[in-house]
Structures are given as C-alpha cells and as structure tokens.
C-alpha cells in the first residue's frame, strides 16, 4: 500500500477561510508540513496548538526558488517513505501559483498517492475586493513572466507575490512597456484579514509603498496598452463604417506603391544609422502588413492570425538547429539547411517555376538571385577567375557593339549581369555596392560646388576642365578625411 500525500490549502487569510473538512484533518494530524509559517492562517492554527513544521530554512539557505521547491518536494518524498499519510499545507489554493504542487505531480504522484484538498484562492478575494466579474478576463502572470508575454490591455491583469520594493520596481518598468505611466494600478495587501488594504494609484508611484509576501498588484483593462492587438484594432476601426474615408478606398493594389515606399525608407534609414527614424519606419512598414491583412480579413480570405502562424511556423521548421536536434555551426551551414527545408516543402514546383521571385524585385537584386538559384543546381563557376573572365569578355563585346552600331543595348545587359554574377563571388551586394557608390559620388559632387562657391564661383558656368578640377579636390580631401 503506497503512502498518501495530503496538499491542503489554507486560502489567502486567517483560519476563518480554511475549509471544515481541512481544518479537522490538520487538527486530526500527529505532523503538519507547511510550505512557510509566513501566512495568517498557519499563525491561527499554530496559536491553537497545532504543530506545523516548516520549510522557512529552506528558503533562507538556497539561492533560487526553483531550487527551494526541488528540496521541498525532495523532503516530502523522504517523509512518505518513512509514513503512510503526510499532510502538507500551502496558501491559496494548492492549484494556483503554487509551483511546489507541479514537482509533487511530476516528481510523486506516479510513486505515491496525492490528495488535493481546494480552499479559496487569492483570486477569488481579488474578485471580491475590486467588485469586477471575472468573465470580462483575467490574465494571471508570476512578475518574472512580464517580458515574455503579449500584454492586450483587455482584461484584468493579476501579478500575485510581489514582496519587496526591488522588485516592484522592476514590475512597474516591465508594465511600462505596455501601459501608460499613468495607468490606474491597484496594489492590494493582506487581502482576507484584518489587514486587508487596497491602494489604487498611478502606475508611477506603484513602487512607492510597502510590499511583502501578501502583496497582488492588479491592473484593469486599459484600452491605451501598446500591443499587436492594438495595432489591429485601429485599422479594423479605420477601414469600418464611420472610419477613415481613404483607408476604406485602398485595395491591395492601390496600396503597393505604399509598401515599396515604405520598405526603402527604412532602408535609407538603415544606411544613415538613424535608429530613432528606423524605429518610426519599422512602424510604417508594420502599419503596411496590418493593412493588407485586414483588407484580406474583410474579404473571408485570410486572418492577421494566419500571417502571424504561417511565419512562426516556417521559421520554426526552417531552423531544426534551434527547435530540433540538427546542428548548424556557420552561417553558411544555416543557409545549406533553409535551403534544403525551402526545397523539400515545394518539391512538388518543376524546374519551370524554379524562377520565382517577384516581378517588382530591382533589376540587381533580380540578377543576383537568379544567379545564386541555378548555382545551387551546378550552374556556376569553379571559382573567381571565371567571373572575372567573363566580365572582361563581356567587356570587349560591348565595345565591338559600340564600334559597329549593333548589339548596343544587349551587350550593355550582358556586361551588368556578370558584373553582378562577379560581385556574388566576391560575396558583396551588388545592390548595396551601387547604392554606396552613389552615396559616395553625391558627396563628392555636393563637396565639388561647395568648393567652387567658396571662391565665389558660379559652379553651372564652370568649364569641364573646371569642373574636373574641383572633382579631383573634392575627392583628395574625403580620402584624406577632410570633407568638412
């Protein structure tokens, strides 16, 4: 007959809240184990004889809570070996934010017997104390589960334990990423003793207090949190009657001038390291995604949620070197795998749709993905002196061309493809190469006139040869690193 653990919940307050039937079994009890004797109801039963043996030196001696449960349930395991009935005591309910009762099923319940004795947990006396009905939502979360969770703003939000002004703090700056800093905050304490206090103030001062174990900060629903969720919401409102009379005109093919407009300028900003304007284009280039979505939502022909899981789920299969057991140790060992997946998943597609890219994509970008595709089948050079050979005899085509008055334009074609093809194997982005070249040479034009006028020359009547001059000393001085 294996040996029964009893986990009884003590409910959030004093001995009032502990259930009949709980309270005769504690009292009927030769040894009561409890998680910590920092709870009013533990008090309560202890100033009624009964003894009740703690695990408060745990905590005291271990360096993470993780660590304190291990040996908790590791200590309970020693005790039904050696006794056919334990009883353990947590507060709350034993089902909720109670991370010693999930080892004890992990780690006991296929060894021992386990019996859940309910009681009344903190939230219901939340519910109680803020008069709200939980249907309308409650979100709860452990306060170091902020960072990685989509807070909505829509319901109430509940983040239990929060027992020292440390780390009430870094529960405020965490909540600050999604609320307003104004956002009405309810710090409720002692709740269900005589204690009992609630405390509404502005999310600011949320960490001005007193805090300890007994301490819940609560949040309502705030439809000013920053979210995703949010972010579909103003569009679903612009494009709904009474919205915005030109987001309901747009179509996916009115807007596409939109989304190459605002893919570039977050390019330019990129290329300038402007990162306060990159994050206000990101955001543009976001608003264009919702956009499309919610155009194809009131269509019936997909969800904003379908977007979001088609990507999460191609990134996860194509990455079996972080989600999986594969190993990918290089960059290139990474771009082998994608390939590979990306292959796989449309294996079915002929070599008559191996060229699939865009029909908007610029001519040098173009280029060189053709290129990198068919290299991928063996279609490719050996190594650099082939590209470089080709360059040149392309070279030499164009200029018989330009000599016999034929070809002029094909032959010009032909040298920029294996221009690009070269630039592959030297492992540059054409499109990033020219684009720095133009950079480069606007500077430098820009600088030649500035130097004409400081000499008090009208660069349009300038000469060639005057031109050139001030070309070559606007080029000596970027280079020697005086363009100021």
Same mark, same amino acid.
């Given at each position: 007959?294996?040996?029964?653990?009893?986990?009884?919940?003590?409910?959030?307050?004093?001995? =009032?809240?502990?259930?009949?039937?709980?309270?005769?079994?504690?009292?009927?009890?030769?040894?009561?184990?409890?998680?910590?004797?920092?709870?009013?109801?533990?008090?309560?039963?202890?100033?009624?004889?009964? #003894?009740?043996?703690?695990?408060?030196?745990?905590?005291?001696?271990?360096?993470?809570?993780?660590?304190?449960?291990?040996?908790?349930?590791?200590?309970?395991?020693?005790?039904?070996?050696?006794?056919?009935?334990?009883?353990?005591?947590?507060?709350?309910?034993?089902?909720?934010?109670?991370?010693?009762?999930?080892?004890?099923?992990?780690?006991?319940?296929?060894?021992?017997?386990?019996?859940?004795?309910?009681?009344?947990?903190?939230?219901?006396?939340?519910?109680?104390?803020?008069?709200?009905?939980?249907?309308?939502?409650?979100?709860?979360?452990?306060?170091?589960?902020?960072?990685? /969770?989509?807070?909505?703003?829509?319901?109430?939000?509940?983040?239990?334990?929060?027992?020292?002004?440390?780390?009430?703090?870094? /529960?405020?700056?965490?909540?600050?990423?999604?609320?307003?800093?104004?956002?009405?905050?309810?710090?409720?304490?002692?709740?269900?003793?005589?204690?009992?206090?609630?405390?509404?103030?502005?999310?600011?001062?949320? +960490?001005?207090?007193?805090?300890?174990?007994?301490?819940?900060?609560?949040?309502?629903?705030?439809? +000013?949190?920053?979210?995703?969720?949010?972010?579909?919401?103003?569009?679903?409102?612009?494009?709904?009657?009474?919205?915005?009379?030109?987001?309901?005109?747009?179509?996916? +093919?009115?807007?596409?001038? #939109?989304?190459?407009?605002?893919? #570039?300028?977050?390019?330019?900003?990129?290329?300038?390291?402007?990162?306060?304007?990159?994050?206000?284009?990101?955001?543009?280039?976001?608003?264009? /995604?919702?956009?499309?979505?919610?155009?194809?939502?009131?269509?019936?022909?997909?969800?904003?949620? =379908?977007?979001?899981?088609?990507?999460?789920?191609?990134?996860?299969?194509?990455?079996?070197? /972080?989600?999986?057991?594969?190993?990918?140790?290089?960059?290139?060992?990474?771009?082998?795998?994608?390939?590979?997946?990306?292959?796989?998943?449309?294996?079915?597609?002929?070599?008559?749709?191996?060229?699939?890219?865009?029909?908007?994509?610029?001519?040098?970008?173009?280029?060189?993905?053709?290129?990198?595709?068919?290299?991928?089948?063996?279609?490719?050079?050996?190594?650099?002196?082939?590209?470089?050979?080709?360059?040149?005899?392309?070279?030499?085509?164009?200029?018989?061309?330009?000599?016999?008055?034929?070809?002029?334009?094909?032959?010009?074609?032909?040298?920029?493809?294996?221009?690009?093809?070269?630039?592959?194997?030297?492992?540059?982005?054409?499109?990033?190469?020219?684009? =720095?070249?133009?950079?480069?040479?606007?500077?430098?034009?820009?600088?030649?006139?500035?130097?004409?006028?400081?000499?008090?020359?009208?660069?349009?009547?300038?000469?060639?040869?005057?031109?050139?001059? #001030?070309?070559?000393?606007?080029?000596?001085?970027?280079?020697?690193?005086?363009?100021?």
């Amino acid at each position: 007959m294996s040996s029964c653990l009893h986990v009884i919940g003590l409910g959030p307050g004093g001995l =009032d809240q502990l259930t009949l039937g709980s309270y005769r079994r504690i009292c009927s009890a030769k040894k009561v184990f409890t998680r910590t004797s920092q709870h009013p109801c533990v008090q309560d039963l202890m100033a009624e004889g009964v #003894y009740m043996e703690s695990f408060d030196e745990i905590y005291a001696t271990e360096t993470s809570f993780e660590e304190v449960y291990e040996r908790i349930t590791e200590q309970l395991r020693e005790e039904l070996q050696k006794s056919l009935e334990v009883i353990y005591t947590v507060p709350g309910h034993p089902m909720v934010a109670e991370r010693t009762i999930q080892l004890i099923e992990e780690k006991l319940a296929q060894e021992f017997k386990v019996v859940i004795h309910p009681a009344m947990s903190f939230v219901d006396e939340i519910f109680r104390a803020l008069k709200f009905d939980p249907i309308k939502g409650v979100l709860i979360r452990n306060y170091d589960g902020l960072k990685n /969770v989509a807070l909505t703003g829509q319901e109430w939000l509940v983040i239990p334990q929060v027992y020292d002004k440390l780390l009430a703090s870094d /529960v405020k700056l965490d909540l600050m990423n999604a609320y307003p800093d104004d956002a009405w905050v309810y710090v409720v304490q002692a709740l269900g003793t005589a204690l009992e206090q609630v405390d509404k103030l502005p999310l600011y001062e949320m +960490d001005h207090g007193e805090f300890d174990h007994l301490t819940t900060i609560v949040l309502p629903p705030n439809s +000013d949190v920053v979210s995703f969720n949010k972010l579909a919401k103003v569009m679903e409102t612009l494009r709904a009657e009474g919205g915005c009379a030109w987001d309901r005109d747009q179509t996916h +093919d009115t807007l596409k001038k #939109y989304l190459i407009e605002e893919s #570039y300028e977050v390019l330019d900003a990129i290329e300038k390291k402007d990162m306060y304007n990159l994050c206000e284009e990101l955001g543009d280039l976001l608003l264009q /995604v919702v956009f499309h979505a919610q155009i194809a939502s009131e269509a019936s022909v997909f969800e904003l949620q =379908d977007v979001l899981r088609g990507v999460i789920q191609k990134m996860i299969r194509r990455h079996p070197h /972080v989600f999986g057991e594969e190993k990918a140790e290089t960059a290139d060992d990474v771009i082998i795998t994608w390939d590979r997946i990306k292959l796989k998943e449309k294996e079915n597609d002929k070599l008559t749709n191996f060229f699939n890219d865009p029909k908007g994509l610029p001519a040098l970008m173009w280029a060189s993905s053709t290129q990198r595709k068919v290299a991928k089948v063996g279609f490719d050079w050996s190594d650099l002196k082939g590209p470089l050979g080709k360059v040149q005899e392309e070279l030499q085509e164009l200029e018989s061309a330009l000599s016999d008055g034929v070809g002029i334009r094909e032959e010009l074609g032909d040298l920029l493809f294996s221009i690009v093809n070269l630039s592959r194997f030297l492992t540059f982005d054409t499109e990033e190469v020219l684009r =720095d070249t133009i950079h480069k040479f606007q500077r430098r034009f820009l600088k030649m006139v500035e130097l004409s006028r400081e000499k008090s020359l009208n660069f349009e009547q300038l000469t060639l040869d005057e031109m050139e001059f #001030y070309w070559v000393k606007a080029k000596s001085q970027e280079k020697s690193g005086n363009m100021m």
